[in-house]
C-alpha cells in the first residue's frame, strides 16, 4: 500500500469508516444518526468528522520512533479513487461497473472489511491467548531462561517464583500484538481478498423508498447455511458479501461466476440488509437523520470479543517439566 515511509498525514484522527462512505447516510450539513448498540448512551446527532474515528490507528512508529502514516496516506489514495467509484455507481447509475473501476470496488471493500477495529482486537486477542499458552507450557524453566537473557546474568530461585506468580495471573493483564503486525496483515491482504471479491457476480439493489442503515463495519457476510456451525465465515466462503453504498442503495458480492447485474428491491430485503449492518456493528450503526429504518431490526449487545478459544492458558500450565524431558 506504499507512499515513502516517514510521512505524517495533516491528521492523527483516522477514520475507520471513511468520511465519503458516511456523507451518503448524512444529510446536507454533513450531520447523521448515530445509534449505540443496546445498553450504550442514547442515539444522537453527529458530524460525519466525528464518528468512527481512533486517533493513529494506522500509525506505527518507524525506526526512529517517530510515527509512519504511510498506511493512513494509502488508504486516503484508495478512497479518493474509491469515490469516484461510488458517485458513478449512485449517481450516474453506471451500471455493471467497467473493468478498472470495478477493481476499485473490490479493493475498496477488502481494504474496509480488513482495516476495521475487530480485524485488531482479534488479532490481539489471539496473540494475547498465544503469549499466555507459550508461557504456561514452557514452565518456570523457560520464563527462567527469558530472564536472565533479559537481565544479562542469573536469576535467584526467589524472582523466578515471583514473577511466574505475576505472569500466570493470566486474567490480570493483556498483551497486544504490535501494530504494525495489523497493519501488515490488512496491507498484504487486500490484494488477495480483492481477487476473491472480483471473481463474485455483483448485484445491486436500489431502493426508492425503503431506506438502508450502516455501522462501524459496514461489510456484512452472509454464511453460508451449508457451512458447519463451528466454522467462521470469511470472504471467501461466505454465501455473498453485502455492503450498503448509500441511504438508498445496496450491493451484494454473491455467487462467483454470475455476471454482473440489478435486481429489483423489496421492503423485506431492506429489512434483512439493516438487520446484518446492525448485527455486524460493534459499537453503533449510523443512518440519515430525515430516516427511520431501525424499525423492527434488532440491535444486538456491544461485543466484547471477537474470538473463542476452546481452552484457557490455565489448562497449558506445566510449572516444571515432566520427568525425562
Not at 500509525?59 to 510515527?67: F, K, N, T
Not at 455483483?202 to 463495519?217: E, G
Request: net charge positive; aromatic share 8%.
Amino acid at each position: 500500500m506504499g507512499e515513502s515511509p516517514g510521512r505524517r498525514s495533516s491528521s492523527r484522527r483516522h477514520h475507520t469508516v471513511p468520511r465519503f462512505y458516511l456523507k451518503r447516510f448524512a444529510n446536507a450539513d454533513e450531520r447523521i444518526m448515530r445509534v449505540p448498540l443496546c445498553g450504550e448512551q442514547a442515539p444522537r446527532l453527529c458530524g460525519v468528522k466525528d464518528v468512527a474515528v481512533h486517533n493513529d490507528f494506522y500509525s506505527y512508529p518507524d525506526g526512529s520512533g517517530q510515527l509512519d502514516d504511510s498506511v493512513e496516506i494509502a488508504l486516503s489514495k484508495l478512497e479518493g479513487d474509491a469515490a469516484r467509484v461510488f458517485r458513478m455507481v449512485v449517481e450516474e447509475e453506471c451500471w455493471p461497473l467497467p473493468g478498472p473501476e470495478r477493481k476499485t470496488m473490490a479493493r475498496w471493500t477488502a481494504a474496509q472489511y480488513l482495516r476495521v477495529p475487530a480485524r485488531r482486537q482479534a488479532a490481539n486477542e489471539m496473540f494475547d491467548d498465544l503469549t499466555k499458552i507459550t508461557l504456561a507450557v514452557g514452565g518456570k524453566q523457560e520464563l527462567r531462561k527469558r530472564l536472565e537473557a533479559e537481565s544479562g546474568g542469573p536469576v535467584s530461585d526467589e524472582e523466578v517464583e515471583r514473577k511466574w506468580a505475576e505472569k500466570t495471573d493470566f486474567s490480570s493483564y493483556t498483551v497486544k500484538a504490535p501494530v504494525l503486525h495489523h497493519l501488515a496483515s490488512m496491507a498484504g491482504g487486500i490484494s488477495a481478498a480483492s481477487d476473491v471479491l472480483m471473481q463474485r457476480g455483483w448485484v445491486l439493489y436500489r431502493f426508492k423508498r425503503k431506506a438502508l442503515i450502516t455501522s462501524d463495519h459496514p461489510v456484512s457476510l452472509v454464511r453460508d447455511p451449508r457451512t458447519p456451525h463451528w466454522l467462521g465465515a470469511g470472504l471467501a466462503t461466505a454465501e455473498a458479501v453485502v455492503i450498503p453504498l448509500d441511504r438508498r442503495v445496496a450491493l451484494m458480492m454473491s455467487t462467483p461466476g454470475i455476471p454482473d447485474r440489478t435486481k429489483s428491491p423489496s421492503a423485506a430485503l431492506a429489512w434483512d440488509f439493516n438487520q446484518r449492518s446492525a448485527y455486524g456493528a460493534r459499537s453503533a450503526v449510523f443512518h440519515h437523520p430525515d430516516d427511520t429504518p431501525l424499525v423492527g431490526v434488532e440491535l444486538p449487545s456491544k461485543r466484547t470479543r471477537e474470538m473463542r478459544a476452546s481452552h484457557n492458558p490455565e489448562d497449558f500450565i506445566r510449572p516444571e517439566p515432566p520427568p525425562g524431558a
